[in-house]
């Protein structure tokens, strides 16, 4: 039996998108931590309005654990399972804002609200009046006292200069720690001052994992930047520049890891090809695209910038549908265990993409435990073909053409043959066998002969005889 090499501790994250408490604590114990997630991002935990949108979610009325996804004890015991599953909670901590309603209203758990008062939280003093827009709402992105000081879409903007504020927003995100959270989503990040969010981070415990939403724009004022010095960023500009590079047969990939113009540094970054906005947004690559999506979370996972985020929600043809639930209102918990045969070629509105189940990504996590911590070496471009070496551990090709290619990739693994894990790798550790493709590497060369719409990676855990 041959020796397993090393591999590095899991560090890739997952948005479970409108998933229910109870679904994510089953997909940690059967799909997450067998396929090597590190840990999950949750949609928001805290009692909203009630609407069937899922956007109802960015719209708190009080900080019950209580929502159309669970309760708290489901929540408590979703972090507890994870947990001992080796997989980490991120909560999506929505604290730049209350709801957007104006008329009064009762929130999700039976909380009464009315626009600028939540009894025992806030009253209309703890909230910004910008005055700078007629309906001081954010209209123009260049301004930055707008962006921080007005509504985000009608959105009761909270004041985070104020201390009681930060107080009550701590103790919030205090309880969520107390329930064993690894760390926060911040909802907004760009809504407020750097300051602030700072202000109230540091009361919080060391480690506490902070990952701001900064989306970064063309020559507006706040740029992702501000926020590096306590937490890491979703850096926006990776997958804008995914596609181009698709397109362009990567002449314009950047070849190793350094610094890249518009991109935070490596280890403040957090990589996606899409979220749950850019699939209703400005992403290129969504579901819906099949191979190609592959293609692009393929070279996400086998790049050395940034921490990557695979993304699974459901499929949509309205872009405010919110996910399946019950007469009630409950998000109905969905299992991606079986899932089988994915990415599916359509969805129905409404089925889980299951990404976390797809073979080509389980495949390319476990590239990444081989591989991440050794240098990615200068990458190779033949027509529509590109694909790079991780030093000595694992190479990736892709084709992003319409017509089978063949590419040949210079590398330091040893001469031999080995299992393809985009397509489903070795048997076992004790069965060399491939499941499916399989590529050589002869006299220091590997060479992919690989199908229209392909990525394939080989490492060195799939050598077989
Ligand atoms: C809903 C209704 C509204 C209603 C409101 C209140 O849709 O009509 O007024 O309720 O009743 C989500 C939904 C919203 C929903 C909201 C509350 O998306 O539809 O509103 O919940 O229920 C900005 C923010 C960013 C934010 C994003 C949506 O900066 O933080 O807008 N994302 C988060 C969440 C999001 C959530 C909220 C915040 C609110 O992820 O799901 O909203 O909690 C530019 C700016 C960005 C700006 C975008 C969109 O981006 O740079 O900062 O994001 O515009 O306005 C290019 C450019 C880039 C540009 C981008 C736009 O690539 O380079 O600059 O395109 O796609």
Known sequence: VPLEPDRAAPDVGIQLFQLPWTAIADECE??????????????????????????????????????RLGTRDEFADMVQRCDDAGVQIIADAVINHMTGQDDPGVGWAGTPYEHYDYPDLYGYDDFHHCGLTANDDISNYDDRAQVQTCELVNLADLDTSRQNVRDTVGAYLDDLLSLGVAGFRIDAAKHMDAADVEAIIVALPEGTRIMSEVIRGGGEPVQPEEYTAFGEVFEFTYARDLLPALASGFVNEPETEGDRPLHVPADKALVFIDNHDTERGEADLTYRDGDLYVIANALML???????????????????????????????PVSCAIATDLPAD?????????VQTWPAIAGMLEFRAFAMDFPRLEGVSEGDAYGFERAGRGVIAVNVGDEATSIQIPTTMQDGKYCDVVSGGRESWTNDGCRDDEFSVENGVATFALAPFTAAAIHLGTAHR
């Open 30 to 67: 059967q799909t997450l931590a067998p396929n090597g997630f590190a840990w999950v991002l949750t949609s928001p935990p805290n009692e909203h309005i009630v609407r069937d949108e899922w956007w109802a979610s960015y719209q708190p009325v009080s900080y019950e654990l209580e929502s």
């Open 302 to 332: 086998a790049d050395d910038y940034g921490t990557p985020v695979v993304y699974s929600g459901y499929a949509f043809s309205d872009r405010d549908a919110g996910a399946p639930a019950d007469d009630a209102g409950r998000v109905t």
């Open 346 to 354: 359509d969805y129905e509105d409404g089925a889980r993409t299951c």
